[in-house]
């Protein structure tokens, strides 16, 4: 089976550094997705992990510890546009050639001046 | 804009009936992956298609299915809808490689 857990909701300061934590318990495992998804609106692409570390893009980095199942977004200098949820998503072959990205429930994040 | 296009934006309809949502891929995409967005479950998968094949099955009812086009296009039927059918319906399209997702605008459908 699969398990995907993150916090429901986060809140934080324009300009301050916050984290948001995804834990993962799936068969074949191939990858962490995290993905914006502003309200009403479709998830775009933020990062992608594959290898164990730190991938960074602009104010955005991800994390991901294949041996705990563990990753992790973090997002520097917050704008007010940052409140949105962020989704995990496991990248899974569950039977073999077919990658399925499983979504974890987001994480509401609230950016207040 | 993802280049992934769905229609309808906003559907309205009764229970007991039928509807279809459609899904037209980014240019050279072969893989449609379908998912339901509802307020208290999140993104669900429903079913994943590849150059015309069905490839991998998810959380889909019985009185939902799909289909892949020859010209690479999909549709979702759902049929006998009850009122927790009402959800956002997203497509997605992947051109391989990492499997990273496009998405389209989604499909919101309201089963009164």
């Known amino acids: 089976g699969q398990n995907i857990d993150q916090p429901t909701e986060m809140t934080a300061t324009e300009g301050a550094i916050v984290q948001i934590n995804c834990t993962y318990q799936?068969?074949?495992?191939?990858?962490l997705f995290w993905y914006q998804q502003h309200a009403g609106e479709a998830p775009t692409f933020l990062s992608y992990?594959?290898?164990?570390g730190l991938e960074e893009k602009g104010r955005f980095s991800s994390f991901l510890s294949r041996s705990k199942g563990y990753s992790y977004l973090l997002l520097k200098e917050l704008q007010m546009k940052d409140s949105a949820s962020y989704l995990c998503?496991?990248?899974?072959?569950?039977?073999?050639?077919?990658?399925?990205?499983?979504f974890g429930r987001g994480t509401s994040l609230i950016v207040h001046p | 804009d993802s280049g992934v296009t769905q229609t309808p934006k906003h559907l309205i309809t009764a229970t007991g009936q039928r509807v279809t949502l459609r899904c037209s891929p980014r240019?050279?995409?072969?893989?449609v992956y379908w998912y339901q967005q509802s307020l208290d479950q999140g993104l669900q998968f429903l079913i994943q298609?590849?150059?015309?094949?069905?490839?991998a099955k998810g959380n889909i009812l019985e009185r939902f299915s799909a289909q892949q086009f020859p010209d690479l296009h999909s549709e979702l039927n759902l049929s006998s809808l009850e009122l927790g059918d009402s959800a956002l319906y997203f497509c997605?399209?992947?051109?391989?490689?990492?499997?990273?997702?496009?998405f389209g605008e989604g499909s919101r459908l309201t089963v009164l």
């Open positions: 997605a399209t992947s051109g391989g490689g990492t499997g990273e997702l496009f």
């Open positions: 799936t068969s074949g495992f191939n990858g």
């Open positions: 992990n594959v290898l164990d």
């Open positions: 998503a496991a990248l899974r072959d569950p039977s073999g050639g077919s990658y399925i990205p499983t």
């Open positions: 240019s050279g995409d072969l893989s």
């Open positions: 298609y590849y150059n015309g094949e069905e490839r």
